[in-house]
């Protein structure tokens, strides 16, 4: 059962375009969102987060959506460039846990 | 800092045999997490300690995985009898106290391949 989704496991964008990325939940009582970025060979890394409180969190080209309705948050990119081509995990905090969804792989072509 | 440190990057071994990851947090950081990535299920958290001690273990898949932290510095993650089903990427993750739930930060993992 798995209470974060990620339903596109991939997505291909053309560079300076915009990159959306989505992902739904189940658990209305998860607090935080976050999204990590993932490098072949590599560990996630942490990208940008918003708080159940907000409904939109910008951090350059990055920006993060929530609509707790739908329970749903997405990740734009604009504009996307080849160095953001990467697996991108989207997580909610739950209690003491962080819970990841499976992953979207990115490809931005230039 | 040096981030997280795992060992192996990669570990080949056939069913049956113990399996031992490591690794080790960033220095001062109070939490650590094991976590497994396969295709099927993404991200699972395994286990994850507080100040050395095991809070939450229910990830644990079976009785055949254990994980240890013996110190603040070094925690290892033990599979034993290995099966081909424990085939994936395994994560070692490590937080400070005031960000613990909020940004965790990865080693680089250890790709284990049971054959």
């Known amino acids: 059962d798995q209470q974060v989704k990620q339903n596109s496991p991939s997505l291909s964008v053309q560079e300076g375009r915009i990159s959306i990325l989505n992902c739904d939940y189940t658990n209305s009582m998860f607090d935080y969102f976050l999204w990590y970025k993932k490098y072949p060979a590599e560990g996630p890394t942490f990208l940008i987060s918003i708080s159940s409180i907000k409904d939109k969190n910008e951090d350059g080209r990055f920006t993060v959506f929530l609509n707790k309705s739908a329970k749903h948050l997405s990740l734009h990119i604009v504009p996307s460039q080849p160095g953001d081509s990467a697996v991108y995990f989207c997580a909610a905090r739950g209690g003491n846990k962080l819970v990841f969804g499976a992953g979207t792989i990115l490809r931005v072509k230039s | 800092d040096a981030g997280v440190i795992q060992s192996p990057r990669h570990e080949v071994t056939e069913m049956g045999q113990e399996v031992t990851l490591r690794c080790k947090p960033i220095?001062?950081?109070?939490?650590l997490f094991w976590y497994r990535q396969t295709m099927m299920r993404g991200l699972e958290l395994l286990i994850y300690?507080?100040?050395?001690?095991?809070?939450?273990d229910s990830g644990m898949p079976e009785d055949r995985f254990s994980a240890k932290m013996p110190n603040a510095s070094f925690s290892t993650l033990k599979i034993q009898p290995s099966e081909p089903r424990d085939s994936a990427v395994y994560f070692c993750?490590?937080?400070?106290?005031?960000?613990?739930?909020?940004?965790?930060?990865f080693g680089p993992g250890t790709r284990l391949t049971v054959t």
């Open positions: 993750a490590s937080s400070s106290k005031d960000r613990v739930f909020n940004e965790q930060y």
């Open positions: 220095s001062g950081h109070d939490y």
């Open positions: 300690f507080n100040n050395n001690v095991p809070i939450d």
